[in-house]
T-cell receptor, first 112, second 108 residues
Framework: DAGITQSPRHKVTETGTPVTLRCHQT?????MYWYRQDPGHGLRLIHY???????DKGEVSDGYSVSRSKTEDFLLTLESATSSQTSVYFC???????????FGQGTRLTVV | RKEVEQDPGPFNVPEGATVAFNCTYS??????FFWYRQDCRKEPKLLMS???SGNEDGRFTAQLNRASQYISLLIRDSKLSDSATYLC?????????FGAGTRLTVKP
């Protein structure tokens, strides 16, 4: 399995609080992604990174920010959590454009 | 309309059956195509890439028709362990779009 670790694996937080999810890889892949998965929607891209300090928005980026200060770490921050951000969040890594992605085990986030 | 549409399922089949999943995509500029499988409460895992010439991996065969913007997955001789949700994935320069998935249950 690809060396991807997400933390925390489960989190319950209150509406209005900031939350940061961490993705750590040991594969030295250039591309890293954050997705959310909700019933009936499949996985949707939030943000991605194509290098250190290089990030771009995905399909559902509102309310989220990311940072990548090192190749191995990609952080996802919910600036002020809302109930609509209750979801399962997956980090993924890839080697290049149009290549397959490998996923971490996911973080189950509940906003109450 | 969603960018990637899959058969809604669920598919319930007996062991040994052949089952086919279909997927259509709307962006003709899509560059690469994949099938992933996802077990309950687990992460998606790459099953196979899909090429225009068609490709096979053991009991699994994937086909791509760019003209019709259609992808298929055929599973022959289904096993109990094939029970999962199958995700159709279409990629265009890091914009990876997932279908909502088709759930397969293989029964003894």
């Amino acid at each position: 399995d690809a060396g991807i670790t997400q933390s925390p694996r489960h989190k319950v937080t209150e509406t209005g609080t900031p939350v940061t999810l961490r993705c750590h890889q040991t594969e030295n892949h250039r591309y890293m992604y954050w997705y959310r998965q909700d019933p009936g929607h499949g996985l949707r891209l939030i943000h991605y990174s194509y290098g250190v300090k290089d990030t771009d928005k995905g399909e559902v980026s509102d309310g989220y920010s990311v940072s990548r200060s090192k190749t191995e770490d990609f952080l996802l921050t919910l600036e002020s959590a809302t109930s609509s951000q209750t979801s399962v969040y997956f980090c993924a890594i890839g080697t290049g454009l149009n290549t397959e992605a490998f996923f971490g085990q996911g973080t189950r986030l509940t906003v109450v | 309309r969603k960018e990637v549409e899959q058969d809604p399922g669920p598919f319930n089949v007996p062991e040994g059956a052949t089952v086919a999943f279909n997927c259509t995509y709307s962006n003709s500029a899509s560059q690469s195509f994949f099938w992933y499988r996802q077990d309950c409460r687990k992460e998606p895992k790459l099953l196979m890439s899909v090429y225009s010439s068609g490709n096979e991996d053991g009991r699994f065969t994937a086909q791509l028709n760019r003209a019709s913007q259609y992808i298929s997955l055929l599973i022959r001789d289904s096993k109990l362990s094939d029970s999962a949700t199958y995700l159709c994935v279409v990629n265009r320069f890091n914009d990876m779009r997932f279908g909502a998935g088709t759930r397969l249950t293989v029964k003894p």
